[in-house]
């Protein structure tokens, strides 16, 4: 059992899997579901207007969107700025040429560092309840 501050309200509460508290989920899986029903009736919003319309913070949606929680297949205007060169994108962290750049020179690194690299073992913070 771990205690834990909420990282969205600050409450303690018994960690699980999550580092925001049961009441703080309950509220995310409530605006994950105001966002994904909207897109599905307005395919052609923006960010803006998902965010003007529905009240859910931008943060949040980009945030379910990277997690590939939330996947932009039917609504092309909805994107949010490349972390590296601010392009529209719709999906991750980068932009489709970013994202190209960003795993060529990472398997060109991965393959120098290759002999050196040690496989990392699965972080077991699960509890068994
Ligand atoms: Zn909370
Ligand atoms: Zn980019």
């Known amino acids: 059992m771990t205690i834990a501050y909420c990282k969205r309200c600050g409450r303690i509460f018994n960690q699980v899997r999550r580092n925001i508290c049961p009441a703080c989920v309950a509220e995310e899986d409530k605006m994950f579901e105001i966002v994904k029903t909207y897109l599905r009736q307005n395919k052609d919003a923006t960010m803006m207007q998902v965010t003007e319309e529905t009240g859910v913070p931008t943060e949040f949606i980009v945030d379910m969107i990277r ?7 039917d609504n092309p ?8 060169c601010g392009q529209p994108t719709q999906a991750g962290r980068y932009c489709a040429a970013c994202t190209k750049e960003l795993s060529e020179s990472l398997s060109a690194a991965s393959a120098q560092l290759k002999q050196k690299q040690h496989p990392q073992p699965g972080r077991g913070y699960y509890s068994k309840n």
């Open 67 to 73: 997690d590939g929680r939330l996947i932009l297949r």
């Open 77 to 84: 205007n909805l994107t949010y700025p490349c972390e590296r």
